[in-house]
């Protein structure tokens, strides 16, 4: 009886993997993003970036959210010993170490080959190196609120040239589908904020077919080979990593 179940679950797993790969065009389902944390290193060197360009190297102190998002933080800096203390709409960006259990319990991003298609305006030597990139963004929350400026973590890095997405601390995931105690799809985050053409809004998953036009419509290729008819939100990252590889050889 043991044995029967046994393969009729591997059965199902067999069935959703060649399900995703009919649909994804070879997509792997794999979440490209940088997991987004809420805990950081107080004791590797944090950078901050002023508007003004004065960096600023020094230890993280502490840091204050709304729905997740920083908007203040304070670091000792390393030079002067003096603590420091900005507000968002002061800063450009930083760069903050993982910290606490969170650096064990979420893996760094994925490792391939970026270099046609990465930023030159980012610090990668530093992103490399495992750090979080957070960027000033003025934005509404859950697209409700009025606008206002926090430090927001970008979590395509990597593969940002042409739309950015950024981590919302707050979303719920997917239903994780397990089995034999490993999770074999789902635990996807519902939720982003996205930024294209200089405006950013926050977009759950339901909505991505009614956002996809004003994603990915301006990309021949890519409506073509992944069509409004066939996109499903578990290949959400590896379109966006589609979409760039795609618009950079333009």
Request: hydrophobic fraction near 35%.
């Amino acid at each position: 009886m043991k044995r029967k179940i046994l393969l009729l679950l591997i059965m199902i797993c067999s069935i959703i993997t060649n399900a995703q790969n009919e649909t994804s065009d070879k997509l792997e389902g794999k979440d490209l993003f940088d997991k987004v944390y809420n805990s950081y290193s107080g004791k590797k060197l944090s950078v901050v970036v002023l508007k003004d360009g004065k960096r600023i190297e020094g230890y993280k102190k502490d840091v204050d959210r709304k729905k997740g998002q920083i908007y203040y933080i304070k670091i000792k800096d390393e030079q002067t010993g003096k603590k420091l203390k900005f507000v968002s709409d002061q800063i450009k960006e930083m760069y903050l170490f993982p910290g606490g259990i969170e650096k064990f319990s979420k893996s760094f991003r994925h490792i391939y080959d970026v270099r046609q298609w990465e930023r030159t305006d980012l610090d990668n030597e530093i992103i490399n190196q495992g750090y979080i990139y957070f960027k000033n963004q003025e934005v509404s929350l859950k697209n409700k609120k009025k606008k206002r400026e926090y430090m927001m973590q970008l979590i395509n890095p990597t593969f940002s040239k042409y739309l950015e997405v950024f981590g919302d601390p707050f979303a719920k995931e997917t239903t994780k589908l397990g089995f034999a105690g490993f999770n074999v799809a789902g635990g996807l985050a519902k939720s982003y904020y996205i930024k294209k053409d200089g405006v950013i809004y926050w977009m759950h998953k339901r909505e991505l077919d009614v956002r996809y036009e004003k994603l990915f419509g301006d990309c021949e290729e890519f409506v073509k080979k992944y069509p409004l008819k066939d996109i499903k939100w578990r290949y959400f990252s590896e379109y966006i990593l589609e979409y760039t590889k795609m618009m950079s050889k333009k």
